[in-house]
């Protein structure tokens, strides 16, 4: 196996490797995260995730490394400023020409590997449509799902992933601690929730001041940034020899 990076590449390196090859794109978004941690969060967290989890995954195939999609479904965030977002529609029409022009520069398998879930509805739409209409092998995850399905939760885990609570806190503290500022030492008022039922509200962020859990409680997100890859890897190996 080895390891290539898109942009890296010329179009004839491209052509011979690609056959043979899973794409992997990060997909992530630019948007408000309180008052403490960067726009960028989202991004920097499924970019590096996915860059950690290549570098370690001994596959069948060679992997081809996309360049990560900054800008997702973020429209709920915009009343922050601070957030560049993409409408569901557009988002879900721009994965979808991503991968056919995946599949029109001859790769037949595309790993969509999601960091915010606002993206959700979008990623898992265009990699469907994708596979239907071009017949390629598309799969999506959203990394912190992998996460919860390999480490049992401890009953003092965050909100995994929350919202620029302790976990994105701690993993941008482990990731770009010169981005992170003072932690705010405030738990938000719940939001509705209902078990097993997602619940829309147009005014559920702003009422929690854009974030979900504590950001205090943070600590160096070493240990699941280590789980995280370690859980995306395993997923790589399984991809590839499909």
Do not use: K
């Amino acid at each position: 196996m080895a390891l290539y990076f898109w942009e890296e590449l010329t179009r004839e390196q491209l052509r011979a490797v690609l056959p043979n090859a899973l794409v992997v794109l990060p997909v992530g978004a630019t948007e408000q995260h309180g008052p403490h941690l960067p726009t960028g969060t989202d991004a920097i967290i499924v970019s590096e995730v996915v860059r950690a989890a290549a570098r370690t995954a001994d596959t069948t195939l060679d992997l081809v490394l996309a360049p990560p999609l900054p800008f997702g479904a973020s429209d709920h965030h915009l009343p922050f400023g601070g957030t560049l977002s993409l409408r569901v529609e557009t988002m879900t029409e721009v994965l979808f020409d991503l991968a056919r022009s995946v599949h029109v520069d001859g790769a037949s398998r595309l790993l969509l590997v999601n960091g915010h879930g606002g993206n959700r509805g979008a990623c898992h739409s265009a990699a469907q449509r994708a596979a239907t209409a071009y017949g390629m092998r598309i799969a999506y995850a959203d990394y912190w799902e992998l996460l919860r399905a390999d480490r049992p939760a401890a009953a003092d885990d965050p909100p995994v992933p929350g919202h620029a609570g302790a976990f994105e806190s701690g993993l941008v503290v482990r990731l770009r601690p010169h981005l992170v500022g003072d932690l705010p030492e405030r738990t938000p008022p719940d939001v509705l929730g209902v078990r097993g039922v997602t619940v829309q509200e147009q005014d559920a962020w702003t009422r929690t001041d854009g974030f979900s859990d504590n950001p205090a409680a943070a600590v160096d997100g070493g240990e699941w940034f280590d789980a995280c890859v370690a859980a995306l890897a395993a997923r790589l190996v399984v991809l590839a020899a499909g």
